[in-house]
């Protein structure tokens, strides 16, 4: 029978969300409690203070403070002779100032003014603008027994109304102090509610940050068991690795061999073949037709590239096995030494180059000459047939800020759709009749700019000339 397949499942959320959620919870209701205590304190210290009066005192003493002011008057009506001016300016002053206080701009804030106080208000304050050029300090107007009568009944109906709002402010303020009490009661209530509820997810909180801890916890030990297991195969890994490399350069080592033992099994038969054709051509001699002296040249000429394809081919290998000397090289005088030789074998032909001044770089000086040299050959080769051949050698800064080096010329060309096989063994992409050539030259310098770390490329279109691109990447000194 097959073992049960243990299935583990799992929360739609799992406890990190859910204690996030829980403590995103928590914050609201500390939100909460301190908004409901800050009301409070409002609203009690509302309730009782006002600009730092009981505010029914202010309206009992508005009341008061006429009564004294009209008591005054009629005195100072009845006894002309005896009344002192400036103590009744001086009383006349104080009823005025307790007017401001219970005007409906400064009690607006705790208590809603009524039409009833705002009329009223503004009844006394027509008194006050008639009665300040008689009472007020600065009053230039003499105060006559005949003037106090006026003032007098000009001020007796103001009593009831003023009386009227101060019970109506008492009733009200005793109304909003019972209504905020039943509010900070209410939000008192609330706050009880929402600290056992804060208590509870605090509680709930805590259960999942422990679970929380106890499930990293737990992910610990399994990211140290599968860390162990990681290095345990990275072992196992490194050396499957070192057998496996020693297993290549083991084959590499008996592909060279294999590759020397058939080169100079090769050369044998064609040595001999390229001897006997020399005897036959001298033992018929003068004798030979045409076509046998064809026959026989054709035999030399094909042991000939024979010889050069296994030289090429011993050259590519052995790039394989060839340890980078690393210095410094200039690519620019490599290329005037090559077009120096190549205007000194064919003289005939008109030739501009156009060398770079410097070209600095590091490298392995023989191997960064063979890639110079089968560029350049190249560019020689294929602009042959041109009246005036143009070849050019430089380098340019990419968009990356790598440098570019470049070998151009105004030859054949190539035709871009079949650029992938430039770099191949063997591969070419003009007749030998047309050209001489057996493919290897450029399959060497990629193998050549790949142990440089860098690439190469080419552009190109048919009789409007080529142009190769490469690069040279940091190579460490005796790269292998």
């Known amino acids: 029978m097959m073992p049960a397949r243990q ?82 300016r001086e009383r006349y002053e104080i009823f005025v100032s307790r007017i401001s206080l219970v005007s409906p701009e400064q009690v607006g804030e705790t208590l809603a003014p009524s039409a009833e106080q705002v009329n009223t208000v503004g009844q006394i304050r027509q008194f006050v603008s008639r009665a300040d050029p008689f009472l007020s300090e600065n009053a230039s107007v003499a105060l006559t027994p005949q003037v106090i009568g006026q003032l007098l009944d000009e001020m007796l109906p103001l009593l009831e109304p003023i ?3 101060a019970l109506s402010s008492v009733n009200m303020m005793g109304n909003t102090i019972a209504n905020r009490n039943d509010a900070a009661r209410s939000h008192g209530y609330i706050s009880v509610a929402l600290n056992i509820f804060q208590g509870f997810l605090t509680l709930v909180f805590a259960v999942l940050l422990i679970r929380q801890v106890r499930s990293v916890e737990q992910r610990r030990h399994e990211l140290e068991r599968a860390s162990t297991e990681i290095f345990r195969l990275n072992r196992e890994l490194e050396e499957r690795v070192r057998q496996r490399t020693a297993q290549l350069e083991a084959t590499n080592r008996e592909l060279e061999a294999f590759s020397y033992s058939v080169s100079h099994d090769l050369r044998a038969p064609l040595k001999t073949i390229n001897g006997f054709s020399h005897l036959l051509e001298r033992a018929v001699g003068d004798t030979a037709s045409e076509k046998i002296t064809h026959y026989l040249s054709r035999i030399r000429a094909g042991t000939q590239q024979m010889g050069e394809l296994i030289d090429g081919m011993l050259s590519l290998a052995q790039l394989s096995r060839s340890t980078l000397q690393v210095k410094d090289v200039d690519l620019a005088v490599i290329a005037q030494r ?143």
């Open 7 to 88: 299935t583990t499942s799992h929360s739609p959320w799992p406890a990190s969300r859910w204690a996030l959620a829980v403590a995103a919870v928590l914050v609201a209701v500390f939100v909460a409690i301190g908004w409901i205590q800050i009301r409070q304190a409002k609203l009690l210290n509302s309730a009782v203070c006002y600009t730092e009066d009981n505010i029914t005192w202010i309206f009992s003493q508005l009341e008061l403070e006429y009564v004294v002011l009209r008591d005054d008057l009629r005195q100072a009506q009845r006894y002309p002779a005896s009344f002192d001016t400036q103590a009744l």
């Open 163 to 165: 009386h009227n709002m």
């Open 338 to 480: 090559i077009e120096r030789d190549c205007r000194e074998r064919e003289p005939q032909r008109q030739a501009q180059f156009q060398i770079q001044h410097s070209l600095c770089v590091k490298g392995d000086a023989r191997l960064l000459d063979s890639v110079m040299q089968n560029l350049l050959l190249n560019a020689w080769k294929f602009t042959s047939k041109r009246a005036l051949a143009r070849i050019e050698v430089g380098s340019l800064a990419a968009d990356n800020g790598e440098t570019v080096y470049f070998v151009k010329d105004n030859g054949a060309g190539f035709d871009m759709a079949h650029a992938a096989k430039l770099f191949g063994t063997f591969e070419r992409l003009h007749a030998p009749t047309d050209f001489p050539g057996y493919g290897i030259g450029l399959a060497t310098v990629k193998k050549i700019i790949e142990q440089h770390a860098g690439r190469i490329w080419a552009q190109g279109q048919e009789n409007e000339g080529a142009t190769f691109y490469f690069t040279l990447g940091p190579v460490p000194a005796h790269a292998p």
